[in-house]
């Protein structure tokens, strides 16, 4: 089993910064796949960010060049960078693994909240 641990959100105003973290209970190096999605109040669940074992980053258009997606494999910890918040950006962020294949096993952290605000 995995478990995932969310943390680093808040309230920050527009144009303000926040760091997430997902501590996983077991060695990233056995996960192919880490990712980021958010939910926001009457919207489906959207893909964020990903990094894959291999190193492979992909953003959601509306986030790119203000979030950064990185990994410590040391720490089993993954991030998210989100610098130029906007108020649209508020929502659960919620932090996913995947492991294996032929099916592939997915992995929920419990979510953070973070809200954009003036």
């Known amino acids: 089993q995995v478990q995932l641990v969310e943390s680093g959100g808040g309230l920050v105003q527009p144009g303000g910064s926040l760091r997430l973290s997902c501590a996983a209970s077991?060695?990233?190096?056995?996960?192919?796949?880490m990712g980021w999605y958010r939910q926001a109040p009457g919207n489906q669940r959207e893909l964020v960010a990903v990094?894959?074992?291999?190193?492979?980053?992909n953003y959601a258009d509306s986030v790119k060049g203000r979030f950064t997606i990185s990994r410590d494999d040391a720490k089993n910890t993954l991030y998210l960078q989100m610098n130029s918040l906007k108020p649209d950006d508020t929502a659960v962020y919620y932090c996913?693994?995947?492991?294996?294949?032929?099916?592939?096993?997915?992995?929920w952290g419990q979510g953070t909240q973070v809200t954009v605000s003036s």
């Open positions: 996913n693994a995947r492991r294996g294949s032929s099916p592939p096993t997915f992995y």
């Open positions: 077991v060695s990233i190096f056995s996960i192919n796949a």
């Open positions: 990094v894959t074992s291999g190193g492979s980053t």
